[in-house]
């Protein structure tokens, strides 16, 4: 089946660095990717709508500057977490959906990463 | 949005079923009902999905009211490996993304 592998799946890094998690499409291609955020014990909340070519769409109250994507192919999204701080520590999961095929889109199921655990120190 | 209502947590003994159920009054015709489920550390994982007519899948089954206001996911004999947090979302012709909800936290006693 259709998968998704995210890159790294763990990362350390020191507060004021930025860090790069890689999203790709491994045997289909998708013009949009989906870029969640997950706090402990919590669910999971969408941070925005990577589009290939073109911006990405953030949700409300997520900051762009500070999380920059960039979808760059049919096959790969980054997230750039910028300036780090603790309190971005979090699990960024992405997803993407297989567009192929003459069924329509939106009702085609989204292939998950496993996530990357971000965690600032 | 269309938004479903979870309950928070249920149990299940092994090897017994478990139906969980949804919520999502303000559906609308063209919304397709999704599950997912996920693991400790790990990315949700699909389940199921369906529109209408009740679904069987090698994972689940997934029954939808009449009125389509309310779904259950059927897990017909549940493992301990089937301990994670199911959701149920809606899809949307008018977007495509997913938003997540609480979820049921599924707990399965030995």
């Not at chain 2, 009054?25 to 990315?43: E, K, V």
Request: net charge neutral; with cysteine; charged share 20%.
């Amino acid at each position: 089946g259709a998968v998704v592998s995210q890159h790294p799946s763990r990362v350390i890094c020191k507060s004021g660095t930025s860090v790069k998690i890689e999203c790709r499409s491994l045997d289909f291609q998708a013009t949009t990717m989906f870029w969640y955020r997950q706090f402990p014990k919590q669910s999971l909340m969408l941070m925005a709508t990577s589009n290939e070519g073109s911006k990405a769409t953030y949700e409300q109250g997520v900051e762009k500057d500070k999380f920059l994507i960039n979808h760059a192919s049919l096959t790969l999204s980054t997230l750039t977490v910028t300036s780090a701080h603790p309190e971005d520590s979090s699990f960024y999961i992405c997803s993407a959906r297989d567009e192929g095929g003459t069924r329509s889109s939106y009702n085609s199921p989204l292939h998950f990463g496993n996530g990357t655990r971000l965690t600032v120190t | 949005d269309a938004k479903t209502t979870q309950p928070n947590s249920m149990e299940s003994n092994e090897e017994e079923p478990v139906h969980l159920p949804c919520n999502h009054s303000t559906i609308s015709g063209t919304d397709y009902i999704h599950w997912y489920r996920q693991l400790p550390s790990q990315g949700p994982e699909y389940v199921i999905h369906g529109l209408t007519s009740n679904v069987n899948n090698r994972m689940a089954s997934l029954a939808i009211a009449e009125d389509r206001k309310s779904s259950t996911l059927i897990l017909h004999r549940a493992t301990l490996r089937d301990a994670a947090v199911y959701y149920c979302i809606l899809s949307s012709s008018g977007t495509y993304k997913y938003i997540f909800g609480t979820g049921t936290r599924l707990k399965v006693l030995a």
